[in-house]
């Protein structure tokens, strides 16, 4: 997972403008939202990125811990949301020292396809440890092995038509395809993952999960999966 977080932690190119960036945060946290059970809740959002558009979900719950792993990501999410007393920003390894039983949702959206199999179960731990018995576990856009790339550019084309960026993602996937991405995705692959193999891997992680109904974010090939203790 390093070469990712390196990346995250650069300049990049991952979006096609900024409409896209803002875009993306605001549907993200949207579909967070639609998890949480009580304004009373303690949330994780586990390597959050940038999270531009924490402020609403901090509105919807008692408190939000941001948790990321790129150092630089990390310092601005602390100087974006000093103000707000609600949001709390973590790095991964403050997570192991926060109380047992103390968190009612985690989400890890996003991420599972730059993390090794050894790296996910080892975070599924982490986080099973600080769920509270009723808690629930969000993975989100999880990719399906036998879905490519090109649906990847469909979901982002479509999601732009909609949105007026059609344009900018046209000449985003240019771009893309010239970029470091492009050279980090050939050179160290992401994740993928089959509904039963996800499945499979949280209950050996200590987990009974079901995929839901609609995947978080705009890609509807892609898949999330609601997970819980099992007792």
Known sequence: MDDWIDYYDSTHTIYASRLH???????IAKDI?????????????????????ATKVAEACGTLYL????????????????????IRVRSLEDLRKMAE?????????SVAQYMTPA?????????????????????????????GMIRDVVALLRFALTHG???DALIGLVSTA???YRQLRARVGLQRYSEAEMIAKLAACGFTASRA??????NPWRMTFVARHAF
């Open 67 to 86: 948790a990321e792993p790129a150092p630089g990501v990390r310092g601005r999410l602390i100087a974006r949301f000093a103000p707000n007393t609600k």
């Open 21 to 27: 960036r803002d875009l993306h945060f605001q549907l």
């Open 165 to 167: 960026f059609l344009r």
């Open 101 to 109: 039983k103390s968190v009612d949702l985690a989400v890890m959206n």
């Open 33 to 53: 939202i639609g998890y949480i059970s009580s304004p009373d809740a303690v949330v994780l959002d586990y390597a959050c990125g940038e999270a531009l558009s």
């Open 119 to 147: 790296e996910l179960d080892s975070a599924f731990v982490v986080i099973r440890r600080l769920l509270k018995p009723g808690g629930r576990l969000i993975v989100g856009d999880i990719l399906r092995p036998e879905v």
């Open 213 to 218: 109904h609609f995947n978080i974010g705009h």
């Open 178 to 180: 010239l970029s470091d």
